[in-house]
């Protein structure tokens, strides 16, 4: 491969994962309103997701996928699913920490005592981070229920990579777009948990949970049209 060719790869793939979207918004949700921890194990899970399909793009299974209809429906639908239960599920969240008194003030420590009643309602306390292996399952299962990623990767692999690239050169492109990936999806979850980002967020905790709630339920609507 020439030099040209894993610059125009790198450009799409970043192109492509810098684009906002479910991987983008559930790793800024488990940051902001939960920690950084929870961020960045979600980022390690789209991005092992994204290793996945990158596996299975360089041993051709995707282009296989691609043309297999059923097959690339049933996938659609599984993710139209799981992003709709994502979406009820940030609903849900958000109506109840509309009711619920706040924990995280403006200072960013959760109030005691009396303070407690005086906190603004709407916040969403740190307690509602998922735990380590449910943060992780969350940006596995989000990146591998896009159904469309199948294109992007078929597109990218066969515009960009030859079919006889040698064994070294496709180690390369693997350890490439996995660094390149991984530095993103953690840049993000690094960003949405600042303190000061991320009291903002808690102190509207409801609003940011219904709205992305909201957006999960969009892009699974979309999903499952696109797939009917």
């Known amino acids: 491969m020439e030099v040209s060719q894993y610059l125009a790869l790198l450009g799409l793939w970043i192109a492509g994962i810098v684009a906002p979207g479910p991987d983008v918004l559930v790793i800024l949700r488990n940051s902001s309103l939960g920690s950084r921890t929870a961020g960045v194990l979600t980022a390690v899970g789209v991005m092992t997701g994204n290793l996945v399909w990158i596996t299975l793009s360089l041993t051709g299974v995707t282009v296989l996928i691609s043309q297999a209809d059923t097959v690339q429906r049933l996938i659609q639908v599984a993710g139209a699913l799981f992003l709709g239960w994502l979406g009820v599920s940030g609903i849900r969240a958000g109506l109840a920490a509309r009711t619920a008194p706040a924990a995280v003030p403006a ?3 959760p109030p005691a005592g009396p303070a407690a009643s005086t906190a603004p309602p ?3 306390p740190r307690g509602r981070a998922p735990g380590p292996a449910r943060a992780f399952v969350l ?3 989000t ?5 469309k ?3 992007f990767f078929v597109a990218l692999f066969a515009n960009v990579v030859p079919a006889g690239a040698r064994w070294w050169e496709t180690a390369l492109v693997f350890v490439l777009l996995v660094a390149v990936g991984l530095a993103w999806f953690t840049a993000v979850a690094w960003m949405g948990s600042v303190e000061r980002l991320a009291v903002t967020f808690r102190r509207h905790g409801a609003a940011v949970e219904l709205a992305s709630g909201a957006l ?3 892009l699974a609507l979309a999903l499952l049209v696109s797939a009917l």
């Open 107 to 109: 200072g960013g420590a």
């Open 122 to 124: 709407g916040a969403v």
């Open 139 to 141: 940006g596995l299962v």
């Open 143 to 147: 990146n591998l229920s896009n159904a």
């Open 149 to 151: 990623a199948i294109i």
């Open 216 to 218: 999960f339920l969009v």
